[in-house]
């Protein structure tokens, strides 16, 4: 059962088979002994998630289900949930107990989904490896010298672990996908407005992006119906049709062509990564896939760029955390500029304090014009590559990682080399696209691949039709670390 | 927004430390801050004033959240998540302060600009929960646009424009609460997140008088289109003044000092001249103005020095990323242009055009929407004599409601109760002189009933004039039968004025049409008397 699919889960839950009060407690039990270990979870409230799964047996038994109503799913603490200690991984907000919920917890509630615990992360999302979190790092379960990725590092570890069937995750350089690979678990970060930021603690606002991780492309489809869609609230939030995102998963892939961006397959590329994403491509092919290269000349610039945008953002969006209304505030000060300077000294990490000045540099008087503004004009370029190679194929792939999971405290204490293990992540933030990472297969010291797979705007059906034919084909989705 | 939460921090109030007690000084230069005798101000010196307005405007709820805008609540209990910035919290674009800043573009004739562009303007202060507060920054909603003030300028009335140059939206700060808290200060967000309008001029204003006259036909304006209550003690309607001094006939601007926060228009003239003052003293001793941010402080009427250019903050403003670019279109002005009213400078010209009032007069009667709509609804009973009813709405009545505090709205007397006792004095039934009276005495009358002319059924009393005349026998004497008699008793009693007449003095001419009035007792129809006196008088 642990290694069940949603659509599984739901059938025995519709069946009877299985409580959804059973089904939390047997998820429940597991995250409790594992997270000793890996320490996937920041908040896990028993109570909580069981009074939500008898709320869903109720559902089910007064024959309201959907089809993730009664499910267990981890929620990342980056989302507001009412009543939940809502800590974004940062001692600023270790006493936050949110008073409302995020538009995407609102929507899991509506749904009959079970929270089954707030995952670990990156302190306020910023971070590839989960190191940077107050809570401690987050491990991974396939080796626990290596790091999970990150920023959803828990959530990924959740999923790999299976100590939670699926979970939410956010995206705003690569914070879904990079984890998932290196965790060897699905992880989808959908077009940006389509997955409401309402209670999604901000990291940078023109970027972040929230969306599910899981085993499969198919569990991927149905938690994406239940957390894309309008909010009101979110002033980004893009107003379109529901669509329900498993309708094109079994479509053949024949005559699909297939971008490999030259820029992607390069020497920085480690050689079992660089080999096992051949693989992936060559199976495709089996599948009647074409492959077409294509160029997205401006990729080198997607970490510098990246690194001005995001954080000038987030020195700006981090700047409500004062201490004055909730969260951290240091025990003693002299007086009110006393009282922020260690407020904000004590409650942010080294990490995060780093990308506030460099964003609070960036925005300042007489380097806007030189940083800022010129790194809007690269993100431009850069979503023009991607239109661009969008007219030469349908979808593009390349790795999600330019390296299997790397070991704790390898990068740790190198800003530059962590930033750039999202070198192939990050442009579709800037551009704004979907994209995905699933398994691939095995690396250096059995450490799992991902593959990643981009699409053009609103093209999440279709990279989840070309992804669940991958894993209809292989395997590599269903390896779970250690036994279940 | 939800608001299912906010009994959580109604109520209450955040307390921080104290910031530094008492007024913040410069470091140095600080032996400049020193009382100035009040002087007369030397004839070589041209004022330069520019204005920056705040002005609140009248929506419902907030600019980018639905708590409500209403003053005086709890503290905090008009606060919402948006406003409190909880973590995770998004703003959303009020429409309704945007229609109320396309009416003010258009009532000033300004460009209204789409895209128009939201930027956070970063700085840390405890009544600012975001650590930033939305406004507008390279692309203002309203560019340019004018205001047209009446000015005196030697002893004669001439209209001058004020241009703008610009106006855009931003949310307003709360309050940090200084006192009641043992040391600590208060913070109540009530406040946080009501829209605003900030309107700037450009330098055109050469006097503290011309800056008081643009900043009351401002307020005017924002009242007459319905975008702002005006009501300074609550902070309504704000203004900031720019303030520098140069050499008459210089073409080159001083430096100038910003004096903030003046929320009345004395406050304004008093701070803006104590400040010409100051600087003026600081030039003509060899000194040179630092550009500064200041405070004028009512109690000493002075101003005092808040921070310096040097010391002014970064405040890092780039486009917010939670906001879209602003688009109007043009059906959304169209739709905003059909609901403005005609404006005060357009119903001026017409009054002067169809009225034939000078001047001064129509741009008094257009000083707000209620007195201008009192005036029309008289002028609209007695369309012969607009000057008359203008006098009398000007005069009697403004100065009736003003010993009471009154405004046109609420005016006891209705415009057709007026309209009557105008009529009377139009056809003769009586002289201007015992209308005073009859006007007293329908004042006291209507006051009693402690209601305004509309909120009372106006039909009641219309003829309440006539009642108080016919009562008490006021009617004027026009029967010349009578009047010849009278006349000629006069003649008779007063021989000497009659041969100092008649020896080419024209005063007493005057003196017998007194004695005439004095045997009527005011009721002589005046036009008659004089009439009848001077063909008695050729006899």
């Known amino acids: ?70 499910i267990p799913i981890a929620q990342k603490d980056i989302f507001c949930t009412r009543g939940w200690l809502t800590t974004c991984g940062s001692r600023m907000l270790s006493n936050f107990i949110s008073p409302y919920d995020a538009g995407v917890v609102e929507r899991f509630n509506v749904a009959g ?58 995206d705003t350089g690569g914070s879904i996908r990079q984890p998932a690979a290196l965790c060897g678990i699905s992880g989808l970060k959908p077009t940006y407005g389509l997955v409401s930021r309402y209670g999604m603690i901000a990291f940078a606002s023109s970027l972040d992006q929230g969306g599910p991780m899981a085993k499969s492309a198919e569990d991927l489809a149905l938690m994406l119906n239940v957390m894309a869609g309008f909010d009101e609230r979110d002033s980004t939030s893009l107003q379109r049709e529901p669509e329900d995102y498993t309708r094109n998963l079994e479509k053949p892939l024949e005559g699909l062509r297939i971008g490999l961006p030259k820029e992607y397959f390069v020497k920085e590329i480690s050689d079992d990564v660089a080999r096992t994403v051949e693989a992936a491509i060559a199976e495709y092919r089996k599948l009647g896939a074409k492959t077409v290269e294509v160029s997205l000349p401006n990729t080198k610039l997607s970490v510098p760029v990246y690194y001005v945008l995001a954080p000038a953002e987030a020195s700006s969006n981090l700047s409500r955390f004062d201490g004055v209304r909730y969260g951290y505030r240091a025990p003693e000060y002299a007086d009110l500029n006393d009282m922020y300077r260690k407020s904000r000294a004590q409650g942010f990490g080294a990490e995060v304090k780093r990308r506030i000045l460099i964003g609070t540099y960036v925005l300042s008087h007489g380097y806007y014009d030189a940083y800022y503004i010129q790194a809007q004009k690269l993100r431009r370029l850069m979503a023009l590559d991607f239109a661009e190679a969008f007219k030469q194929c349908d ?24 930033y750039l293990s999202d070198a192939y992540t990050i442009a579709v933030n800037l551009a704004g696209l979907p994209a995905m990472s699933i398994p691939a297969g095995f690396g250096k010291n059995n450490r799992p691949v991902g593959l990643q797979i981009i699409g053009n705007y609103f093209a999440e059906a279709q990279i989840l039709n070309v992804a669940h034919q991958y894993q209809l084909a292989t395997d590599w989705h269903l390896r779970a670390p250690g036994p279940l | 927004m939800s608001r299912g939460w906010i009994p959580a921090f109604a109520g ?43 002005a609140q405007l009248s929506t419902q709820s907030k600019i980018f959240s639905g708590a409500s805008t209403a003053f005086g609540a709890a503290p905090n209990a008009e606060a919402c998540g948006v406003d409190l910035a909880l973590p995770g919290v998004l703003p959303v674009l009020n429409r309704g302060a945007v229609d109320r800043a396309i009416k003010l573009g258009l009532a000033v004739g300004g460009k209204i600009n789409s895209p128009s562009i939201f930027a956070r303007k970063n700085y840390f202060y405890p009544d600012l929960p975001k650590g930033y507060q939305i406004s507008q ?42 006192e009641d808290f043992h040391g600590m200060t208060g913070i109540d967000l009530n406040r946080a997140g009501t829209p605003l309008l900030e309107i700037v001029s450009e330098p055109d204003m050469r006097s503290s008088a011309e800056a008081v006259v643009y900043a009351k036909t401002l307020h005017s304006l924002v009242r007459w289109i319905g975008i702002c209550d005006g009501n300074m003690q609550e902070g309504s309607f704000r203004c900031d003044a720019n303030v520098s001094v140069r050499h008459q006939g210089a073409d080159r601007l001083g430096t100038r000092c910003e004096i903030k926060n003046l929320n009345s228009f004395r406050f304004l003239e008093k701070a803006i001249d104590y400040e010409a003052r100051r600087q003026i003293e600081i030039l003509e001793d060899g000194g040179t103005i630092q550009q500064q941010t200041r405070l004028y402080d009512p109690d000493k009427d002075e101003t005092r020095a808040m921070r310096s250019k ?46 034939g009032l000078s001047a001064y007069d129509a741009s008094t009667l ?10 029309e609804a008289v002028v609209d009973k007695l369309p012969s004599d607009p000057k008359l009813c203008a006098n009398w709405v000007m005069g009697d009545i403004s100065g009736y409601l003003n010993d009471q505090g009154k405004f046109f709205d609420n005016c006891p007397l209705s415009p057709s109760q007026l309209a009557q006792l105008l009529t009377r004095i139009k056809d003769g039934t009586i002289s201007g002189k015992i209308a005073k009276e009859v006007f007293r005495q329908m004042w006291t009358k209507v006051r009693e009933q402690s209601a305004t002319w509309k909120s009372r059924n106006s039909e009641l009393e219309e003829n309440l004039a006539d009642q108080i005349i016919e009562a008490q026998g006021l009617k004027q004497i026009s029967d010349s039968g009578a ?29 017998l049409v007194g004695q005439v009035m004095k045997a009527a007792k005011g009721k002589a129809n005046p036009a008659q008397v004089n009439e009848i006196l001077k063909k008695k008088l050729a006899d």
């Open chain 2, 483 to 511: 009047l010849e008699k009278l006349v000629g008793e006069v003649i008779a009693a007063n021989s000497k004025s009659v041969e100092e007449y008649k020896a080419g003095k024209e005063k007493a001419f005057n003196a």
């Open chain 2, 366 to 375: 257009t000083a707000d929407r209620d007195i201008a709509g009192y005036y």
């Open chain 2, 12 to 54: 209450m109030t955040f307390t921080l430390p104290a910031r530094q007690a008492g007024p913040i000084v410069l470091p140095s230069g600080a032996s400049a801050i020193k009382i100035y005798p009040e002087k007369v101000l030397a004839m070589q010196w041209e004022i330069v004033i520019g204005l920056e307005v705040h």
């Open chain 2, 137 to 178: 920054y390279e692309l203002p909603v309203v560019e340019g646009g004018s205001v047209r003030i009446q000015v005196r300028q030697d002893g004669e009335e001439r209209e001058k424009m004020i241009r703008l140059v610009r106006a855009h939206l931003e949310e307003d700060a709360g309050k940090s609460l200084h």
């Open chain 1, 395 to 418: 979808i593009i792939m390349g790795p999600a990682s330019p390296t299997v999971a790397f070991n704790l405290g390898e990068k740790s204490s190198d800003p530059v080399q962590m």
């Open chain 1, 1 to 70: 059962m642990l290694n069940s699919s949603l659509k599984q889960l739901s059938a025995l839950l519709a069946a009877r088979k299985i409580s959804s009060a059973e089904l939390t407690s047997e998820f429940l039990e597991r995250s409790r002994a594992l997270n000793l270990d890996y320490n996937a979870f920041i908040t896990i409230n028993e109570e909580a998630s069981l009074a939500q799964a008898r709320a869903a047996d109720m559902m089910i038994a007064s024959g309201r289900a959907q089809p993730l109503t009664g």
């Open chain 2, 310 to 355: 040097e010391d002014a903050q970064d405040y890092r403003y780039f486009p917010d990323p939670d906001l879209l670019p602003l688009e109007i279109s043009g059906s959304w002005i169209a739709e905003v242009k059909s609901g403005l009213p005609e404006l005060p400078q357009q119903m001026r010209t017409r009054f002067e055009r169809d009225y």
């Open chain 1, 113 to 170: 989904a079970v929270n089954i615990g707030k995952t670990n992360m990156d302190e306020f999302a910023m971070g590839s490896s989960n190191e940077t979190s107050f809570y401690g790092p987050v491990k991974n379960p396939w080796d626990i010298t290596a790091v999970p990725g990150g920023s959803s590092g828990g959530s990924a570890c959740a999923v790999a672990a299976r100590m939670a069937p699926a979970a939410t995750g956010t």
